[in-house]
């Protein structure tokens, strides 16, 4: 394991970006022997630790209250800070929400349709509060790298770390690049 940390963590959306780390196979155990991963689908620890960490990913949309935490905690633990995907981009396919409002989205899904919930909306402060509107990371904290894409190809996640494991800045990639599968 190498002294260079790499923490994950995953805000409102699928599962895709998070899982897509697993997607660079046998170039994944390459990077074990330059960098240790700490929060991560290889590791499955849930938070990024206090401190130290080199390169942060965040995939996901901001949805609501308890997602801007989590963005603010991984922003003030690491020193790059890379949001993966179109989600963590601009809100991606979790903002389609914002073409109904977040109010009637919840009416729609809770109280219109059949549901697990007793026709009752879900107001745990453990889930947040709703945002009005979804946006994407770089709106509630610094972003440094941006890699769009639902989920980005493994071939540039791999040159996103590759280029911030050498010291560099990525350059902006090329739209052909974007995947959207
Ligand atoms: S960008 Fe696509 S794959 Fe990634 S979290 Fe959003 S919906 Fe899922």
Redesign the pocket.
């Given at each position: 394991m190498g002294n260079v940390l790499i923490a994950t963590d995953?805000l409102a959306?699928?599962?895709?970006?998070?899982m897509?780390l697993l997607d660079l196979d046998e170039r994944l155990v390459e990077l074990l022997y330059h960098v240790t991963f700490t929060s991560s689908p290889v590791t499955d620890l849930k938070h990024p630790p206090e401190s130290g960490v080199t390169v942060g990913i965040l995939?996901?949309?901001i949805s609501n209250t308890h997602n801007i935490e989590v963005a603010r905690r991984m922003r003030s633990r690491c020193t790059y800070l890379v949001a993966?995907?179109?989600?963590?981009?601009f809100g991606?396919?979790?903002g389609a929400r914002n073409l109904v409002g977040t109010q009637a989205a919840l009416r729609r899904a809770y109280l219109e349709t059949e549901s697990t919930v007793d026709g009752q909306i879900p107001d745990s402060p453990e889930l947040g509060r709703p945002l009005d509107f979804v946006t994407g990371v770089g709106d509630v904290v610094k972003v440094d790298i941006f890699l769009?894409?639902?989920?980005?190809r493994p071939d540039d996640l791999h040159y996103v770390f590759a280029e911030v494991l050498s010291g560099r800045i990525p350059v902006m990639l090329p739209r052909e690049n974007f995947r959207?599968?």
């Open positions: 995953w959306a699928c599962a895709g970006c998070h897509s995939t996901g949309a993966v995907g179109d989600c963590a981009t991606g396919i979790v769009p894409g639902c989920p980005p959207y599968d």
